[in-house]
């Protein structure tokens, strides 16, 4: 009898496909990372010496950095991102597709000798804590010393990954050239069928991240449809009430409307027994356990939030997460070295760099910052930060909450009556465009579930793939809508948001635990009057609550008939269930 062949390992697998590329892209060097902090401090002061980072003052801000990008590469472009699937149909309408064979051919010709003279960094990462049957492994080639140190702060890099690469045997193969960052070459393509992602010509973080958008949700988002979870792109924040009942939220916003604020929420000083803990900000991978419970986790190991804004009014836990061992990506400089963006604490000053390496001064007619001008952080730097960030298991999740940024329309809050009910208003969501994507900044697209940039297949089929979902839920969580942009006549915010939202998140949490009245309106179950505890709210007045609340037939109807504009462009693949929940709302409201 023979001796039976070795076994191949994981990393031999690496290993013969980075010769593959350094064949290909021939850079002058490889380097490996292994993501200890003595590999940090040299690669950080190697991209001080070219120029590629800049140190901010490092008694006001230790381990900070400063990154400005090429003008024409600060925004994803969903123009420029590809599914690349066997056929067309798998990638779905809301897609940009592309074959999978030509864009992969179109895309190594672009690649081949462009790493000449560079160096090949080898990133292996971990999405989620190590040991979870949830976490994937990721080997990232790139040429782009930024991005090598933005991996660091947004996954688990180095060893640890190889380590949990001999668990996993799988990883995801990513791989990222610079190239000249010349538009017409930048391409983000994603393989789902082969868990591989290709970047081309560009070195904004969230096209050449390729452990975020690309592999946690559009990637992952097929893996979950193939291996029956899902990958979101959602929050998950902690409450606990005064009485020490915890109540685990997810919760889906687009991008730049609110996640990071909402999951770093502190509550006014009216509800200042209540404690709000974060364990992610942006992403959850979400299923079911052996009792039927729904479980969530953040595969994230930092965040990646939008400077503008924030504040310590907006966002106090972000600004103590910022203060330190951060990267700043085109937000404005200060000649004492530190960084300004419009909707900082304090008045600007009175000269200071602007993110596109022009002085700037209050009197300039152009913003300091760009719209969509980004910090990259540690999970760890929050104060706010959950115990429970890195548990393997996840975190049961009681409550999922979709919102959008309209100014008419909706109301601030209100319930769904059941799981299909709640899909449907997943389904439906619509927001005001923002800087986070190329696009009309104030135009109003329908966005489902927040995923309409991230879902890595068919839309329809990702519908149905969460109605079927709600089969496997013992105690499905309760699912909510809010609406914290609703305007006025005056043309302002009717609600005061930020840290008053947990009036809202209280009555959310009471009535996951059957301690809180809900009226039945057309929407659904929506806070009886004296139920939103307003104690302590200047000016806010009952009738101020009515108008925010306010449910106007007139304004439904043309969102009904704007909903039919999505259900048509999802054809047969929308399931009937869909339909049916919005004709049974159309009766509702006559």
């Given at each position: 009898m023979g001796t039976p062949a070795p076994t191949r390992t994981a990393l031999a697998d690496v290993q013969t496909w980075v010769a593959e590329v350094v064949g290909r892209t021939l850079p002058a060097q490889v380097r490996w990372l292994d993501g200890s902090d003595t590999e940090r401090a040299d690669l950080l002061a190697q991209a001080?010496?070219?120029?590629?980072?800049?140190?901010?003052?490092?008694?006001?801000?230790?381990?900070?950095?400063?990154h400005r990008?090429?003008?024409?590469?600060?925004?994803?472009?969903?123009?420029?991102?590809?599914?690349?699937?066997?056929?067309?149909?798998?990638?779905?309408?809301?897609?940009?597709?592309?074959?999978?064979?030509?864009?992969?051919?179109?895309?190594?010709?672009?690649?081949?000798?462009?790493?000449?003279?560079?160096?090949?960094?080898?990133?292996?990462?971990?999405m989620g804590p190590p040991g979870s049957p949830r976490t994937m492994v990721g080997i990232e080639l790139t040429d782009s010393l930024y991005v090598a140190l933005s991996m660091g702060v947004m996954a688990r890099v180095g060893t640890v990954a190889l380590q949990e690469l001999e668990r996993t045997r799988t990883f995801n193969r990513g791989l990222h050239g610079t190239l000249d960052l010349d538009p017409a070459n930048r391409y983000i393509a994603h393989f789902p069928q082969d868990n591989a992602i290709i970047s081309t010509s560009s070195d904004y973080g969230g096209n050449v991240l390729l452990g975020k958008k690309c592999l946690s949700l559009r990637i992952g988002s097929w893996l979950g449809h193939q291996q029956g979870w899902l990958a979101e792109h959602m929050l998950i924040m902690k409450v606990e009430s005064p009485q020490g009942q915890v109540t685990y939220v997810a919760a889906a916003f687009p991008s730049a409307c609110g996640k990071t604020n909402f999951a770093m929420l502190i509550p006014p000083a009216h509800l200042a027994g209540w404690k709000i803990t974060t364990?992610?900000?942006?992403?959850?991978?979400?299923?079911?356990?052996?009792?039927?419970?729904?479980?969530?986790?953040?595969?994230?190991?930092?965040?990646?939030?939008?400077?503008?804004?924030?504040?310590?009014?907006?966002?106090?836990?972000?600004?103590?997460?910022?203060?330190?061992?951060?990267?700043?990506?085109?937000?404005?400089?200060?000649?004492?070295?530190?960084?300004?963006?419009?909707?900082?604490?304090?008045?600007?000053?009175?000269?200071?760099?602007?993110?596109?390496?022009?002085?700037?001064?209050?009197a300039s007619p152009e913003k300091a910052a760009h719209p969509n001008s980004r910090f990259a952080s540690p999970l760890i730097n929050n104060p706010a930060l959950a115990a429970e960030y890195d548990d393997p298991a996840g975190v049961p999740i009681s409550a999922i909450i979709f919102g959008g940024r309209r100014a008419t329309t909706f109301p601030l809050v209100f319930q769904s009556f059941n799981w299909i009910h709640g899909v449907y208003l997943g389904a439906t969501m619509g927001s005001e465009m923002t800087a986070a994507a190329a696009g009309?900044?104030?135009?109003?697209?329908?966005?489902?579930?927040?995923?309409?940039?991230?879902?890595?297949?068919?839309?329809?089929?990702?519908?149905?793939?969460?109605?079927?979902?709600?089969?496997?839920?013992?105690?499905?969580?309760?699912?909510?809508?809010?609406?914290?942009?609703?305007?006025?006549?005056?043309?302002?915010?009717?609600?005061p948001g930020f840290g008053e939202n947990m009036r809202v998140l209280q009555w959310v949490c009471e009535r996951c635990h059957g301690h809180a009245d809900g009226q039945e309106t057309p929407l659904g179950w929506m806070p009886?009057?004296?139920?939103?505890?307003?104690?302590?709210?200047?000016?806010?007045?009952?009738?101020?609550?009515?108008?925010?609340?306010?449910?106007r037939p007139e304004e439904w109807h043309r969102e009904l008939d704007l909903q039919a504009e999505l259900f048509a462009r999802l054809g047969d693949r929308l399931p009937k269930e869909l339909h049916y929940e919005r004709e049974l709302l159309k009766s509702r409201l006559d």
């Open positions: 001080v010496r070219e120029g590629v980072l800049i140190p901010l003052n490092q008694t006001r801000r230790p381990g900070c950095y400063y990008s090429h003008a024409n590469d600060v925004a994803r472009v969903e123009d420029r991102t590809f599914i690349c699937t066997t056929t067309a149909a798998d990638a779905g309408p809301t897609n940009h597709w592309a074959d999978p064979e030509e864009m992969r051919a179109r895309l190594l010709a672009l690649l081949a000798g462009s790493m000449a003279g560079r160096t090949l960094y080898v990133v292996p990462y971990l364990i992610g900000d942006d992403i959850a991978w979400m299923w079911t356990d052996a009792t039927g419970q729904l479980r969530a986790m953040n595969p994230e190991h930092g965040y990646f939030g939008v400077a503008p804004g924030t504040n310590t009014a907006s966002n106090p836990n972000a600004v103590a997460t910022v203060t330190r061992d951060t990267i700043f990506t085109n937000v404005a400089l200060t000649p004492d070295g530190d960084v300004w963006w419009e909707g900082m604490d304090g008045a600007p000053p009175a000269q200071a760099t602007d993110w596109r390496g022009n002085p700037w001064t209050p009309t900044v104030g135009e109003v697209r329908r966005d489902p579930m927040a995923m309409l940039p991230f879902c890595g297949y068919h839309l329809g089929d990702y519908l149905a793939h969460w109605l079927a979902f709600g089969k496997k839920l013992v105690n499905p969580p309760r699912i909510f809508h809010v609406n914290w942009f609703r305007k006025g006549a005056d043309g302002k915010f009717l609600w009886p009057p004296g139920a939103l505890d307003l104690e302590g709210l200047p000016g806010f007045t009952s009738e101020r609550l009515a108008e925010v609340q306010a449910i």
